[in-house]
């Protein structure tokens, strides 16, 4: 068990929706970061938050935000959602601030998009 | 714009024995930040092993270790005495230096199924 958690484990929804994913990262940390794993991208970085503020962003896309809470814990909302959004969706998080510091992973949640 | 290749899309080990899994990439960077992560069928990232790109000495954890190849960017993995518990996919992972604007590139290689044979 890494410490972090994710919320929901698994969602189905359709396509054209909005959902939101939940991430509590590990006691102390305050970085987060969003990754996503399809078959079709392969496991891709989306972005990182330090203490609430947007510090790197990879390859999300403009219906995909996120944003950090005074709390520590991250959300990632995806919005008119496509089949091709049905995913493995990674949340972590580190002590530093920089992303080179050792990432720990949540369990993941399963989208699936019909 | 860089570019992190796994050669490799599967591979197998004897238990016991020892087994390197290749990485290349590409960059002209000259400080920046590699990664071996491991998922278990449990779908769970794990860091495996990382490496600063201005160290020359090779990192290793344990019955892990790497070969950085920095002028010719390579980043193999070694698996030393093979467990059955190694089974899982690795994946090899490029981390940029951070731009002065904080924001930084992190890129992953498709991955190595890596199957450990009793």
């Known amino acids: 068990d890494s410490g972090v958690t994710q919320t929901p484990k698994h969602l189905i929804t359709a396509t054209g929706q909005r959902v939101t994913l939940r991430c509590s990262p590990r006691?102390?940390?305050?970085?987060v970061y969003w990754y996503q794993q399809s078959l079709d991208q392969g496991l891709q970085f989306l972005i990182h938050y330090y203490n609430g503020e947007e510090r790197a962003k990879g390859n999300i896309l403009e219906r995909f935000s996120a944003q950090q809470f005074p709390d520590l814990h991250s959300e990632l909302n995806l919005s008119s959602l496509e089949l091709g959004d049905s995913a493995l969706y990674f949340c972590a998080s580190s002590v530093g601030t920089s992303g080179t510091s050792e990432q720990y992973f949540g369990p993941g949640t399963r989208l699936t998009v019909t | 714009a860089q570019t992190v290749t796994q050669s490799q899309p599967e591979m197998s080990v004897q238990e016991a024995e020892t087994v390197t899994l290749s990485c290349t990439y590409d960059t002209s960077e000259s400080d920046y930040y590699l990664f071996w992560y491991k998922q278990p069928p449990s779908r769970q990232m794990i860091l495996v092993i990382r490496?600063?790109?201005?160290?020359?000495q090779n990192a290793t954890e344990n019955r892990f270790s790497v070969n950085f190849q920095k002028a010719a960017k390579s980043f193999s993995l070694k698996i030393s005495d093979s467990q059955l518990g190694d089974a899982a996919m690795y994946f090899c992972?490029?981390?940029?230096?951070?731009?002065?604007?904080?924001?930084?590139?992190?890129?992953f290689g498709t991955g190595t199924r890596l199957k450990v044979l009793a």
């Open positions: 490496q600063e790109a201005y160290k020359q």
């Open positions: 992972a490029y981390r940029s230096p951070q731009r002065t604007s904080g924001t930084y590139k992190y890129i």
């Open positions: 006691s102390g940390d305050l970085s």
